[in-house]
C-alpha cells in the first residue's frame, strides 16, 4: 500500500472477538480502544481486574475485563476456562503484555519473571485459547516482541531461568527473542490448517510504564530525552494493529515502526534478527515450553 498506515486503516470489526493482554494501560489500552472503535467485541485480559475496569470505562464500545495473571499458570488455566466459556469462537489473540528490566524474580511457578511472563505465559495462553481460532477464517494470534530481541538475546537452555547469574538486559533480550521464535514455529505449524496465522510486531520506544524498571543509571537520561527518542502509545500500538488487521498480512511476518532505527514511525513489514530464524533453536523451544507450561497444542 502507498502512504503511511494509520488507524483510519483498521478495517471493520463488527462481528470479531479479540482478546488482548495487559490492556489496562499503554500500547494494550491503545490496541484495545481501536479495535473497540472499530466494533470489534474486545476483552481487557488484565492482572488487576479493578484497573482492567477503570480502562474499559475509558473505551468506547463493547469492552469486557478478564482476571489474568500471565505470571502464574493457575490463572492462565482458569482464565482460558473463562474466555472458552464466554466465547464460542475468538477472531484475535493479542499476547501484549509484558515486564521488562525488572530485578531478579520468579513467578508463582518459579519461572525467571521476564522468561515467564512474556514468552511461558503467553505460551500456555496461546496453547489454551487456540482451537477457539482455528475454525476461524482470518483468525490471527499477534505476539509483541521488541528490538530488544537483538539486545544480547540468545536462548539459555542451559540456563533458561538465570540460577547461575542474572542479567536483566539480557533476561529480556532472552524473553523477547522467545515471543519471535514462538510465532515463527507456530506459524509453520498453522500453515496446514489454512485459517488462522500467527504474526509478530514491535512498538519501537514507547513512551509507557513498561520502562519502569530501566536500570536507575539510565533513569534520568531517559526521561530527559524521552520526548526526542520515544513515541506515544497510540503510535507505538499501529505496528499491533497493523499486524492484527490489514488484509495483506500474512504468517510468521514481523512489523514495526518505519523510520530509521525501527525506533518512531508508522508500521510497515520489518526483519527481525537472524538468531530468530533459527529452526532448530525455535522447536527446542518449543519443546521445552510445553514441558514447563504442560500445555499441548492442538497442531503438531
Not at 525467571?112 to 496453547?127: D, P, R, S, V, Y
Amino acid at each position: 500500500m502507498s502512504g503511511n498506515w494509520t488507524e483510519q486503516h483498521i478495517p471493520d470489526q463488527h462481528g470479531r472477538v479479540a482478546i488482548v493482554t495487559g490492556a489496562n494501560t499503554g500500547l494494550g489500552f491503545e490496541t484495545a480502544r481501536m479495535l473497540a472503535a472499530r466494533g470489534a467485541a474486545v476483552v481487557l485480559a488484565v492482572r488487576d481486574v479493578e484497573k482492567g475496569k477503570q480502562a474499559a470505562a475509558h473505551i468506547t464500545g463493547d469492552v469486557t475485563v478478564q482476571a489474568l495473571d500471565l505470571a502464574s499458570l493457575d490463572s492462565i488455566r482458569s482464565a482460558a476456562a473463562d474466555l472458552r466459556a464466554a466465547h464460542p469462537r475468538i477472531d484475535l489473540l493479542i499476547n501484549n503484555a509484558g515486564v521488562m528490566y525488572t530485578p531478579r524474580q520468579t513467578t508463582a511457578d518459579g519461572f525467571e519473571l521476564q522468561f515467564g511472563t512474556n514468552h511461558l505465559g503467553h505460551f500456555a495462553l496461546t496453547g489454551l485459547l487456540l482451537d477457539r481460532l482455528l475454525p476461524v477464517p482470518g483468525s490471527r494470534v499477534v505476539t509483541v516482541s521488541s528490538t530488544g530481541h537483538r539486545i544480547r538475546a540468545a536462548i539459555h537452555f542451559d540456563d533458561l531461568h538465570w540460577e547461575r547469574s542474572y542479567s536483566r538486559v539480557a533476561a529480556y533480550g532472552q524473553a523477547k527473542l522467545a515471543n519471535l521464535m514462538f510465532t515463527y514455529e507456530l506459524q509453520r505449524r498453522l500453515a496446514p490448517h489454512g485459517t488462522t496465522v500467527a504474526v509478530a510486531a514491535h512498538p519501537g520506544v514507547s513512551n509507557t510504564e513498561l520502562a519502569r524498571n530501566t536500570p536507575a543509571a539510565l533513569r534520568v537520561p531517559i526521561t530527559w530525552l524521552a520526548p526526542l527518542l520515544t513515541q506515544k502509545a497510540e503510535m507505538g500500538a499501529l505496528p499491533t494493529l497493523r499486524a492484527a488487521t490489514d488484509p495483506a498480512v500474512i504468517g510468521g511476518q514481523y512489523y514495526g515502526p518505519g523510520n530509521r532505527g525501527e525506533i518512531r514511525g508508522y508500521p510497515k513489514l520489518v526483519t527481525s534478527s537472524p538468531d530468530s530464524h533459527d529452526q532448530a533453536v525455535q522447536q527446542r523451544l518449543w519443546t521445552v515450553s510445553e514441558e514447563l507450561t504442560g500445555v499441548a497444542f492442538p497442531v503438531r
